[in-house]
């Protein structure tokens, strides 16, 4: 075995790299190991927005009645490989499932205690670091073809005032006074403050892990095959690269995570939820905010020298390569919002979300392994909540306890 940093994180992405950084606050001596490097999964592509607000579950008790009209439509932002469904199905029973008010009150409440704090937690990590630059505070709005569209969605909005969170509707007029640019476009818009906007995610993360690598750190490239133990803990993982030894290993792999811990015996019910971006270069609209178009499923956000369209969710593994079908919804729904948008060139881009059942991250750690910790399931918020994240994380493996309730993430919940 290849002699080793003292702590492993697996996975260089925005959980990782965060939970990296915060350990070597505390002292500690850590190598991240990517099979690519940094930024090089769903941290990269993502819509950008610290989204703190953002705590209703896909799967509400709304969504329910419109699931054959989203899989069968033309213009839907639900998209399933449909030679996946046999293995999808016991996830998708199991997520269904919780489409229910209660679950999704405590889904909210859970993911509210992760995300509430999310800029001042972003800055936290990145002040006096060279991915500063990137992040904005900024306003978070939701955009709506009208008033009764807004009023469909009455309940999330009721959950996130019962659990504080403060907003302000906007009608037509109002939006085009905040921000010319939307004039016209939309009837009804409700604006969250206290969020923030990444400029360009994939150049934050890296730029914090270059900080991670100027502070001491060390990045190895290489994809870890298996975690090897003796006695019941960890020694090491197996890499393509060979063997390294470790004392203590936090699991960041985004969507790839599952196998891994599966191995170590923990129930791991998380799919991919696959998403795309399609990306303007050079364009001639800007916008002052990001923004969540509502009804279509994805996120506009004027970034560095290009408008970044995300969002859609399409379920079909890790294994297959990008559809072309969730593309061209983008691309259509693009032209029909902003008909008047010109460029220079056009990005794309698939990611795949880390998803569970219950729509709740894993942190903590590892019953059955109990020097292995799990940072992963952060679904379409794991920017939002990275950071913090591994805040928590570096407490729990330094044997702090977090001065927060973290059974809802319990990574053995489902065991
Ligand atoms: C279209 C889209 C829009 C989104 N928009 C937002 C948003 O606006 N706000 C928000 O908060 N979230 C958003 N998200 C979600 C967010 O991007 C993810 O939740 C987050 O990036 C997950 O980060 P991560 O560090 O867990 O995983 P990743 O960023 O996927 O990192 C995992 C890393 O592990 C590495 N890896 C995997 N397997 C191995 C292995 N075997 N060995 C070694 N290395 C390995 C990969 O190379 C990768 O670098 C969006 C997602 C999508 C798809």
Redesign the pocket.
Known sequence: MKASDDILV?????????TAIWLQRKGFAVTI???????????????????AS?VIPVTTPQLLPKIPSMLFGRDTPLFLRWTYLPKLLPFLLHYLGHANRKDVKRIAEGLANL?HD?AEQHYALAKGTPAERYMKHSDYLHVYPSRQAFEKDAAGWETRTELGYGYTELDAAGLAEYDPALANRFGYGVLCPESGQ?TD?GEY?RALGQHFIDQGGRLEI????EIITENGRAVGIR??AGEMQASRIVV??????G??VRKLGLKVPMES?????VEYVNPNLHFRV?FMVTEAK??V?SMEGRLRC???AEFGGLAAGPSRQPVEYLKRRTASLFPDLEYDDVRV??????STTDSM?MIGTLPNVPNVWA????????????PK?GRWLAQLVSGEMPNTDLTAYAPDRFS
């Open positions: 697996i996975g260089g992405g925005i959980v990782g790299v965060s190991v990517d099979r690519e490097g940094f930024a090089a999964g769903t941290s990269y592509g993502n819509a950008g927005i610290l989204a953002s995300m999310s990444i995610p993360t290489a994809a870890v095959e890499t393509s960041a792999s985004g969507a790839w995570s196998d891994m939820e696959r998403g795309y971006h990001p994805f996120a956000n995300a969002g859609v881009w698939m990611g795949h979300r880390p991250p940072g992963f399931g952060h679904q379409h918020l794991g920017l939002t909540g990275g994240t």
